[in-house]
């Protein structure tokens, strides 16, 4: 990824244990798990590796209240990694508005502004959704995902309630049930801390985020529409930036992540966007991998940024 810097390395991904943040505790009522469990036979397949090659922003909802969006592409800008987001959207309270105007303000000045992806920082939930490559791996009692960029990984408790309490972490407390051929994940508890936003805009969150997630399979035409309207106001990243580069020969489903967000202290109604992901090269064998590393060759293409130093060496 342009954004990130980031060291490109195709080996086996091993999904590292994340341990939640101490001395903090959110008071929740407990989620809702399902009213079941289904029969395996009725469970959808959603394992194995999907990709979605849209930067930087998600799919806006059909109608009704949707996500920040990048005024640069939407406004024709060249430079598909100027990240200005648009900070008169009606979702935004005051507070959040002038966060990304100041955020956008960096952008234009030609520095990119701080991102959890450009500083190697845990993204959270929904801020993490901006992986280009996502692996599901399904159990009875639990649902893994990991991300293509720097070790992420979550995991979702399936039909248990969300504890009383619930201690902040980067990635939240997840839990999941699923709804016919729908598989929902509720996550509350997304830890607040450096350069936490819910998009690449510097969109704030608080304590009280609420993500609701809901994945279902498309199929081939169906996944193909969704698609082309979500690059709508978006840039497609090339394939060989990525090592996730799309099967040509698929003709299978996809599979759409529909979303929605809400957070009383940063917005002003709960609001929806979408991810259509689809089958990659690398699911035949390979998992790409992206590491957040120190670059002495360069920072983001065509920006003015300097490459951070040290004054001494660290050893």
Excluded at 87 to 113: C, H, M, R, W
Excluded at 114 to 142: D, E, K, Y
Excluded at 266 to 291: C, D, K
Aim: glycine share 10%; proline share 10%.
């Amino acid at each position: 990824m342009h954004r990130q810097r980031v060291l490109f390395l195709s080996v086996t991904f091993a999904a590292a244990a994340m341990t939640p943040a101490c001395g903090q505790t959110v008071e929740r009522t407990a989620g809702p798990a399902g009213s079941g469990t289904q029969s395996a036979a009725s469970i959808p397949d959603f394992s194995g590796i999907w990709a979605h090659l849209t930067f930087p922003d998600v799919e806006p909802p059909v109608s009704g209240p949707g996500p920040v969006r990048n005024t640069s592409l939407l406004n024709g800008v060249s430079n598909p990694y100027q990240l200005v987001g648009d900070y008169t959207n009606p979702i935004l309270k005051q507070e959040a508005a002038q966060a990304v105007k100041k955020f956008g303000d960096v952008e234009l000045s030609g520095v990119p502004a701080a991102t959890p992806s450009n500083r190697c920082w845990p993204g959270g939930v929904p801020f993490v959704f901006w992986n280009i490559g996502m692996q599901m791996l399904q159990q009875p009692h639990q649902i893994t995902i990991l991300y293509a960029n720097d070790y992420a990984v979550r995991r979702v408790r399936m039909n248990e309630p969300h504890p009383a309490q619930v201690t902040p972490s980067w990635y939240g407390d997840s839990v999941g049930h699923y709804e016919g051929d729908t598989l929902v994940i509720d996550t509350i508890g997304v830890k607040v801390g450096p350069f936490a936003m819910v998009d690449m805009y510097g969109t704030p969150h608080t304590e009280a985020l609420h993500v609701v997630e809901r994945y279902r399979l498309l199929d081939y035409e169906a996944a193909n529409k969704a698609e082309e309207r979500g690059e709508k106001g978006n840039f497609r990243l090339p394939s060989s930036d990525t090592g996730l580069a799309p099967d040509p020969n698929y003709k299978g489903k996809g599979l759409q992540l529909q979303f929605t967000v809400e957070d009383e202290g940063v917005f002003t109604t709960p609001w929806s966007a979408a991810i259509t992901y689809r089958r990659p090269l690398s699911s035949l064998g390979e998992w790409p991998e992206f590491i957040c590393a120190e670059n002495p060759h360069g920072y983001f293409p065509g920006r003015t940024a300097a490459v951070p130093t040290a004054d001494k060496p660290d050893f």
